[in-house]
């Protein structure tokens, strides 16, 4: 019985096998007879060597066995570890293709497309009935497109650029009428408006505007002293000395008042009438008169108005203003014991050279300061940067780069970033006006480390700003 069953599973073994290797013989042959038009030669070469060593494991496998060696089943085995060791070892095809090769078909070109057969992905063809998909492209847009498409978005609504001058220049009649009946020994000159709003460099929003109060001096009774001639060693910043007392005794000038020391205190002036608009104008009336809330910052060092209206909430910043010797100064000292000193101003100056240059070669300098002063305000850490330093950056650079077409718009803007950027690691900004100035000198070191970082960083990549 043993004998057999011996015999029977031999027969199926034998039997069965046979037809499967004859089946697997057939395929390989079929496999190695198109592998070099499918795979290439160097991949029919792979896949004839495992074949070969696959088929030679079957082959050993269904081979009778002599029971009587007892080396046979070790021989067996080793040379099946060889032939293993054949098919790992087998080098693959790279895997990289060379630029000239991805040119190349990998299988034999399709056959031409009937007219009005569709083509799907895979390349097989489509039934006439079938829907087609047009797949448009990714379009990325470039540093030119993304400037210009965020300098339309900073545009001001229209109601708050007819709304603000208009509603600032009603309070600025009230607050006149108001000095020259409360104070009319002081001549003031005639108010007048200020800001990036009005001179058309205003992003964002129309939330904030200037209130000019000129002071008119009699010049052969004042004189100007520069900063470098005394303590502070600023040229930014300017003294207004009242001279010929002999000659013109204390009380000839109506703004002897407001000397410290023969000198005009623009912080006396500021205690002054920041008293007056605090406490003497009634501005809960002047506010009903024109439809909105006026209400006084007390706690601040500049003289500030809040305005709340239904459409827009205005800042409006008061600055009594001297215009002597062709210099603009303004009533702003620098923080600490010196009250006398005076700031010079540069803006009149900085918009009128921006627009002449601007007319000269159809620029678009004014763009340019409209996206990067967007920019600043927009960055906390830049907010410092806004105004007067970019303006004089811009300017500077205009000497060197002539072309400001709107088409090179990307690259000044990027230039202007990178001159910001070596100006920052100097520390120094000269004054496009007077070279001596130096407009970081307010900044401390902290302030311009961080302003620097942020721009080193958006050097590579512009848009991160926008």
């Keep these: 019985m043993a004998a057999f069953w011996h015999q029977r599973g031999r027969r199926q073994e034998n039997g069965g096998l046979g037809s499967v290797i004859d089946g697997l013989g057939s395929v390989f042959d079929v496999l190695l007879a198109n592998a070099r038009l499918v795979l290439g030669v160097s991949g029919a070469a792979v896949l004839a060597i495992a074949t070969l060593a696959v088929k030679r494991l079957i082959d050993r496998a269904t081979s009778p066995r002599d029971e009587g060696d007892p080396k046979a089943e070790q021989k067996s085995l080793e040379e099946s570890w060889q032939d293993l060791a054949l098919i790992k070892t087998t080098p693959k095809p790279p895997k990289k293709q060379r630029r000239e090769d991805l040119s190349e078909p990998l299988l034999s070109p399709a056959r031409p497309l009937v007219p009005g057969e569709a083509r799907h992905p895979s390349g097989c063809s489509a039934p006439l009935g079938a829907p087609q998909v047009n797949s448009s492209p990714l379009r990325c847009l470039t540093l030119q497109e993304k400037l210009l498409s965020h300098s339309s978005q900073l545009a001001v609504p229209e109601i708050q650029v007819s709304l603000v001058p208009q509603l600032a220049r009603s309070i600025c009649t009230q607050l006149q009428n108001f000095l020259r009946s409360k104070c009319p020994e002081l001549p003031f000159g005639r108010f007048f408006l200020s800001g990036a709003l009005l001179d058309g460099l205003e992003v964002l929003a ?53 000397t410290v020391g023969c000198y005009l205190s623009s912080s006396v002036l500021n205690e002054t009438l920041h008293k007056l608009l605090v406490a003497s104008i009634n501005w809960p009336a002047i506010g009903g008169l024109l439809g909105c809330a006026i209400h006084p910052v007390v706690a601040s060092r500049e003289l500030k108005l809040e305005v709340k209206h239904d459409q827009v909430d205005l800042s409006i910043t008061l600055f009594p203003v001297v215009e002597m010797e062709d210099k603009v100064l303004l009533a702003v000292p620098p923080e600490g014991l010196v009250e006398n000193l005076w700031l010079e101003s540069f803006y009149r100056a900085e918009v009128s050279r921006v627009k002449e240059l601007d007319a000269g070669d159809s620029g678009a300098r004014q763009l340019c300061l409209r996206i990067l002063n967007g920019v600043c305000r927009s960055q906390p850490s830049l907010h410092k940067l806004g105004g007067s330093p970019v303006t004089h950056v811009v300017l500077h650079l205009s000497d060197t780069a002539s072309d400001w077409a709107e088409e090179s718009l990307a690259d000044r803007f990027q230039q202007v970033l990178e001159e910001l950027v070596a100006y920052l690691e100097k520390g120094v900004l000269p004054s496009y006006f007077n070279p001596k100035i130096n407009l970081f000198s307010g900044l401390l070191e902290e302030e311009i480390d961080e302003m620097g970082f942020v721009l080193y960083r958006a050097m590579s990549e512009p848009e991160v700003l926008l």
């Design 206 to 258: 129309a939330d904030h505007i200037h209130l000019m109060l000129p002071v008119v001096l009699d010049a052969g009774l004042w004189s100007l002293i520069s900063g470098e001639d005394t303590v502070v060693r600023n040229p930014q910043y300017w003294m207004i000395k009242r001279i010929d007392l002999g000659y013109f005794p204390r009380g000839c000038s109506p703004w002897d008042r407001f």
